[in-house]
């Protein structure tokens, strides 16, 4: 039988949920945006300390000396960053399907009995 009270509860509690879970993700968004904003001012940074050094340089091996390191150390930085940032965005899947997981345990639960 259908009660007015039970259904206003459970609705309650799904906004309840749903209102934290949508602070949570966009608290994991803005820390992503954070860390992009940091990596892009400190490659940026690195870039210029590279062509201020690049201007200094005497002679063409230095040149390619100085220019393979930069690339070297720039590829590695964009790597680690990069492993970084798909770590936080499976953290924020993962933060996102959470309040779901209890409530599709539920439903697959008589679908697996029944199998």
């Known amino acids: 039988m259908f009660n007015i009270d039970d259904a206003s509860k459970k609705s309650k509690e799904a906004m309840d949920t749903m209102l934290k879970n949508y602070s949570e993700v966009t608290k994991g ?21 590279f062509m201020e050094a690049m201007t200094s340089v ?38 996102a ?4 997981e209890a409530t599709m345990g539920k439903v697959m639960a008589p679908m697996s009995a029944a199998a």
């Open 58 to 95: 005497k002679s063409v091996e230095a040149a390619f000396e100085l220019q393979t390191s930069f690339m070297k150390s720039s590829y590695e930085g964009f790597v680690a960053e990069a492993t970084k940032m798909g770590e936080m965005y499976a953290d924020l899947a993962k933060m």
């Open 29 to 49: 968004f803005q820390a992503i945006a954070a860390e992009a904003t940091d990596y892009s001012k400190k490659s940026f940074h690195d870039f210029a300390s």
């Open 97 to 100: 399907y959470k309040p779901y």
